[in-house]
Structure formats: structure tokens, C-alpha cells
């Protein structure tokens, strides 16, 4: 195979995985047309800014001591490794949002905190706080991933992110999270 078939191979392909991005965001989208869903999703993304995650870093310390707080520690400096590679990895795609690439399929449904769209930084801390949190109390997963899965799928359905967004930030967060409990050596207390 030639190196400009190669290419263009290459070309098609990615082509092809760009409009079943904006196809399915587009679809997403659609959802944000009635009124209760388009609240809900919005209402997940602002405790998803980081009012549930926060609060829980602050209940830690205050129903569990020391482990408590070591634990609140442990969320927040993965927070900040998870901040660190969301900003530079940002900085670098620059990719625009969905609704400004495509305003005729996506609508803004909710204004964003930031201009670029890759990674998605609300998916990425969910998923780190949840897989870090269920290190802990596994149980709370019955909780966490419901609510993990709504903030990923709020990001789409309000025009805000691409699928492949939401996949890199559960990807980003996935491992900084899993690094972090193995730098942790956690087996799990709950």
C-alpha cells in the first residue's frame, strides 16, 4: 500500500468517526428541546461543576477522622493531577464546541465555563472522584455511577461536547484515577 493511499485511507476513516461524532451529538442534542429534560441535564452539569464532589471532599473529614480526611486528600490531589492534564490537553486540541462547529445540528442549551470542548472536564472528574471514591466505599457506586453517567451524557445533550469528548475525559479521568489508587496501595475500606 502506497503512502497516499495510505493517507487517504487514513483521511476517510477519520471522517467517517467525525460525523458519527457530530451525528450522535447532534441526536443527543435533540433531547434538550423539551423543557424537563433540557432542566435536568442542566441542573446535573452545575453539581457537576464540582458542588457534589466538593461538598463530599468536606463531609469526609467531618463523619470520618483522620481516614476522613485523608481521603478528601487523596480526591483533591488526584483533582488537581486530573486539573493539570484537562487544561493542558485543552489548551492544546483547542477544539471548538459542538454548537459552535455545527450551529444548524447543535444547539447551546447551557453556556459553558470555558471556550474548547476536548476533553470533557466535567466527565473527567466524575470519573475520577467516583472510581477513587469506590476505592473506598464500594458501595457507593449504586449512587455514583448513575450520577457519573448523567453528568457524561449531560455534556452531549446540552450541545456542550462531542462523544469523543466524553469518551477522552472518562479515558483521562479512568487512569488518573486508577494511578492514583495504586500509588495509594488501596484495597478498599467500605
Known amino acids: ?14 471522517r467517517l468517526l467525525d460525523s458519527a461524532d457530530v451525528d450522535l451529538c447532534a441526536l ?23 458542588i457534589i ?10 463523619i470520618g477522622g483522620y481516614d476522613g480526611l485523608l ?7 488526584t483533582a488537581l493531577a486530573g486539573l493539570l492534564v484537562y487544561t493542558l490537553t485543552k489548551r492544546c486540541s483547542v477544539r471548538e464546541r459542538p454548537y459552535v ?18 476533553p470533557s472536564g466535567h466527565t473527567l472528574h466524575a470519573v475520577c472522584f467516583t472510581l477513587v471514591l469506590c476505592s473506598y466505599f464500594p458501595l457507593m457506586v449504586w449512587v455514583l455511577l448513575p450520577f457519573t453517567v448523567l453528568v457524561a451524557l449531560s455534556r ?6 462531542y462523544p469523543s469528548d466524553v ?5 483521562i479521568g479512568g487512569v488518573l484515577a486508577l494511578l492514583s489508587i495504586n500509588v495509594a496501595g488501596l484495597t478498599g475500606i467500605g
Open 71 to 77: 481521603i478528601a486528600l487523596h480526591m483533591g490531589l
Open 156 to 161: 452531549m445533550v446540552l450541545g456542550l461536547h
Open 101 to 118: 462547529d455545527h450551529a444548524g445540528q447543535v444547539a447551546c442549551a447551557m453556556p459553558p465555563l470555558d471556550r474548547y470542548s476536548f
Open 1 to 14: 500500500m502506497s503512502v497516499s493511499t495510505y493517507t487517504g485511507l487514513l483521511y476517510s476513516v477519520v
Open 53 to 62: 464532589w466538593y461538598s463530599l471532599m468536606a463531609l469526609l473529614p467531618v
Open 167 to 171: 469518551l477522552a475525559g472518562a479515558f
Open 28 to 50: 443527543l442534542n435533540r433531547l434538550s428541546r423539551a423543557p424537563p429534560i433540557r432542566n435536568l441535564f442542566r441542573t446535573v452539569s452545575r453539581l457537576g461543576d464540582g
